[in-house]
């Protein structure tokens, strides 16, 4: 059974740094993509950024990229998120996903399968 866990969210000012984790366990990382998404009160789940765990290639949005870094521990089956210079608008909850499946958009929800629960942060002016 896939199951993903985020942890590493909080509370942190403007300017500040946080990184975020993804354990990924039950599935064949070598074919899968791995995706950060974050959702705002009110707004809809928008892509931060996704990796291909058989080559590393990131790919980010625009409003992250220079800021976020996205990375993989294969020892770890872990995928992070680092988070600098950290803005209010950066304020969401933040959630991983994966896909097995080949040839998508991975910069859409609905291309992934598999959601971990979430993971808070906030960010004070």
């Known amino acids: 059974q896939v199951q993903l866990g985020e942890s590493g969210g909080g509370l942190v000012q403007a300017g500040d740094s946080l990184r975020l984790s993804c354990a990924a366990h039950?599935?064949?990382?070598?074919?899968?993509?791995v995706g950060w998404f974050r959702q705002a009160p009110g707004k809809e789940r928008e892509f931060v950024a996704n990796?291909?765990?058989?080559?590393?290639?990131?790919y980010y949005a625009d409003s992250v990229k220079g800021r976020f870094t996205i990375s993989i521990n294969n020892a770890k089956n872990t995928v992070y998120l680092q988070l600098n210079t950290l803005a209010p608008e950066d304020t969401a909850v933040y959630y991983c996903?994966?896909?097995?499946?080949?040839?998508?958009?991975?910069?859409?929800?609905?291309?992934?399968?598999?959601w971990g629960q979430g993971t808070q942060v906030t960010v004070s002016s």
């Open positions: 996903a994966a896909s097995q499946r080949a040839y998508r958009n991975y910069t859409i929800v609905a291309s992934y399968d598999y």
């Open positions: 990796i291909r765990w058989d080559s590393g290639s990131p």
């Open positions: 039950g599935f064949t990382a070598s074919r899968s993509v």
